[in-house]
């Protein structure tokens, strides 16, 4: 156990629908990541918070979009959903700001869109 | 653009023996690495990492080599054992981001 939660667990919806995921990091970590893993991809860096303000992103689609909270959980909005965006949505945390602070993956969020 | 490719989508060894996992490169400004493993249905677990400033670190069964004029990596696994069985993924960052770019992971299965 990471000590990385994620809800909900599996999560089906349908093309056009709008869909929110949310994460808690570990107590006492304040930068929390989203990646995503599609099925012909690796894990693909979406975004960054640290302490509450955007710290780095990578190819987050205009359509997706996050925020981190004063009590650090972050919750990454998904919009407009396409069949393509069907993949498995991690959260991870870290201590630091910086890549070599080790980040903690929580479980994953398996989004199907249908 | 795959900055970080391994180009083996799967590794077979047997109980006891060297499991061998590569990783390449291809942007210089990456100083760090690191090596996640990952089971079915849980997200990835860090293994370990690599400074642009080392060549080698090793903890426990697992070391990572790092040749950064070839820009390429491994991370060594001796002895296997069944338990090791799971995806691998070679990771890169530039220390002053917090973004890690990944391969396509390896998975690795070790036969008792």
């Known amino acids: 156990d990471s000590g990385v939660t994620q809800t909900p667990k599996h999560l089906i919806t349908a093309t056009g629908q709008r869909v929110t995921l949310r994460c808690s990091p570990r107590?006492?970590?304040?930068?929390v990541y989203w990646y995503q893993q599609s099925l012909d991809q690796g894990l693909q860096f979406l975004i960054q918070?640290?302490?509450?303000?955007?710290?780095a992103k990578g190819n987050i689609l205009e359509r997706f979009s996050a925020q981190q909270f004063p009590d650090l959980h972050s919750e990454l909005n998904l919009s407009s959903l396409e069949l393509g965006d069907s993949a498995l949505y991690f959260c991870?945390?870290?201590?630091?700001?910086?890549?070599?602070?080790?980040?903690?993956f929580g479980p994953g969020t398996r989004l199907t869109v249908l | 653009d795959q900055q970080v490719k391994q180009n083996s989508p799967s590794l077979s060894v047997q109980e006891g023996r060297i499991s061998i996992l590569n990783c390449d490169y291809t942007?210089?400004?990456?100083?760090?690495f690191l090596w996640y493993k990952k089971y079915p249905a849980e997200g990835p677990t860090f293994l370990i990492s690599?400074?642009?400033?080392?060549d080698k670190n090793e903890d426990g069964r697992f070391t990572v080599f790092l040749n950064k004029s070839a820009k390429h990596l491994s991370l060594h696994i001796v002895p296997s054992q069944p338990g090791d069985s799971a995806v691998y993924f070679c990771?890169?960052?530039?220390?002053?981001?917090?973004?890690?770019?990944f391969g396509q992971g390896t998975t690795l299965q070790v036969k008792p």
């Open positions: 918070y640290y302490n509450g303000e955007e710290r």
């Open positions: 991870a945390s870290s201590v630091g700001r910086l890549g070599n602070n080790e980040q903690f």
């Open positions: 942007n210089s400004m990456f100083d760090y």
């Open positions: 107590s006492g970590d304040l930068s």
């Open positions: 990771a890169a960052t530039s220390s002053n981001t917090g973004k890690l770019i």
């Open positions: 690599i400074s642009s400033i080392k």
